[in-house]
């Protein structure tokens, strides 16, 4: 597993390019839950999974899997295989796909298929040669974002204003997301749903949870009660929360194994990444 970094002037659109190489012993299977996360796109070599989203759609057999930002878990199966993944930032998403994002939030998607992501197609047709090669591999998709148009995105500058706003653990609610913009809380909603996939009030409670849940997965000698947010009232609403983001309550995560997210996690955390990508700052931002 390898993160790289994208050139500096693609920076500002994505998280990270990501590489797996999935070895299962035996020919089987494994599984696991992404946790809700900004867009992505997943490119399979060998091995192609089956994805769920809660919201129940899903995706298999396909080489190009895609989703929205997304405010529930997906579950997935896979077995041996290798991937190339692409997180797309808010502005990523404004710029490459330009469909309204809450029209996707919590979709998952045969890339080939879904007209959003057709741009897409013939970067899909190409990450992969007749042999393994990471290095050629990543050259291909950087040059391929590379040769887009560089035309700007529309409201750029909100955009990140808006991102950088909702990384802030001390900003807690809709009233102080607004102030702290100086924006109407109307023009702040529209710019949400079109570019980050879900109102507000959605989006800062995903923040809250997404700090639990990474302190959680990181140390789980925190128990929850540790890892829990400062931003929750009591436990009871953390647990509603749990439920609500990931299909099941805390201790039911808390006894299956992670084989999957808990190495992502980790190996961020190793490159001095937020432990998840909904926490990573505007790429604007990062160094």
Same mark, same amino acid.
């Given at each position: 597993?390898?993160?790289?970094?994208?050139?500096?002037?693609?920076?500002?659109?994505?998280?990270?390019?990501?590489?797996?190489?999935? /070895?299962?012993?035996?020919?089987?299977?494994?599984?696991?839950?992404?946790?809700?996360?900004?867009?992505?796109?997943?490119?399979?070599?060998?091995?192609?999974?089956?994805?769920?989203?809660?919201?129940?759609?899903?995706?298999?057999?396909?080489?190009?899997?895609?989703?929205?930002?997304?405010?529930?878990?997906?579950?997935?199966?896979?077995?041996?295989?290798?991937?190339?993944?692409?997180?797309?930032?808010?502005?990523?998403?404004?710029?490459? /796909?330009? /469909?309204?994002?809450?029209?996707?939030?919590?979709?998952?998607?045969?890339?080939?298929?879904?007209?959003?992501?057709?741009?897409?197609?013939?970067?899909?047709?190409?990450?992969?040669?007749?042999?393994?090669?990471?290095?050629?591999?990543?050259?291909?998709?950087?040059?391929?974002?590379?040769d887009q148009p560089s035309d700007p995105v529309p409201g750029e500058d909100f955009i990140l204003a808006i991102h950088k706003a909702l990384i802030d653990p001390d900003i807690a609610t809709v009233a102080a997301l607004v102030e702290s913009l100086d924006v109407g809380q109307r023009t702040l909603e529209r710019?949400?749903?079109?570019?980050?996939?879900?109102?507000?009030?959605?989006?800062?409670?995903?923040?809250?949870?997404?700090?639990?849940?990474?302190?959680?997965?990181?140390?789980?000698?925190?128990?929850?009660?540790?890892?829990?947010?400062?931003?929750y009232h009591d436990q009871a609403q953390f647990v509603r929360e749990f439920n609500d983001f990931m299909g099941m309550g805390p201790g039911v995560y808390a006894a299956m194994e992670h084989p999957?997210?808990?190495?992502?996690?980790?190996?961020?955390?190793?490159?001095?990444?937020?432990?998840?990508?909904?926490?990573?700052?505007?790429?604007?931002?990062?160094?």
């Amino acid at each position: 597993m390898r993160f790289y970094q994208p050139p500096p002037a693609l920076r500002r659109f994505f998280t990270t390019f990501y590489y797996i190489d999935l /070895v299962v012993a035996g020919g089987g299977l494994v599984q696991d839950y992404l946790h809700p996360e900004w867009a992505n796109l997943r490119f399979h070599s060998g091995g192609l999974p089956t994805a769920k989203s809660l919201n129940g759609t899903s995706v298999s057999g396909s080489n190009f899997t895609a989703s929205g930002p997304s405010a529930h878990a997906v579950h997935f199966r896979i077995t041996s295989s290798r991937m190339w993944g692409i997180g797309l930032l808010p502005l990523g998403w404004a710029k490459y /796909v330009g /469909v309204p994002a809450h029209e996707l939030a919590n979709v998952v998607a045969d890339g080939h298929e879904h007209p959003a992501f057709e741009p897409f197609a013939s970067l899909a047709q190409t990450v992969f040669g007749p042999e393994p090669d990471e290095q050629g591999e990543l050259e291909r998709i950087t040059q391929w974002f590379l040769d887009q148009p560089s035309d700007p995105v529309p409201g750029e500058d909100f955009i990140l204003a808006i991102h950088k706003a909702l990384i802030d653990p001390d900003i807690a609610t809709v009233a102080a997301l607004v102030e702290s913009l100086d924006v109407g809380q109307r023009t702040l909603e529209r710019m949400c749903l079109r570019v980050f996939g879900f109102a507000p009030k959605i989006l800062l409670r995903r923040q809250r949870f997404m700090r639990s849940l990474s302190q959680y997965m990181l140390d789980p000698s925190l128990k929850w009660i540790g890892a829990m947010d400062s931003a929750y009232h009591d436990q009871a609403q953390f647990v509603r929360e749990f439920n609500d983001f990931m299909g099941m309550g805390p201790g039911v995560y808390a006894a299956m194994e992670h084989p999957i997210i808990s190495a992502i996690m980790r190996q961020r955390v190793f490159l001095d990444r937020p432990a998840a990508q909904t926490l990573d700052p505007p790429g604007a931002l990062l160094p």
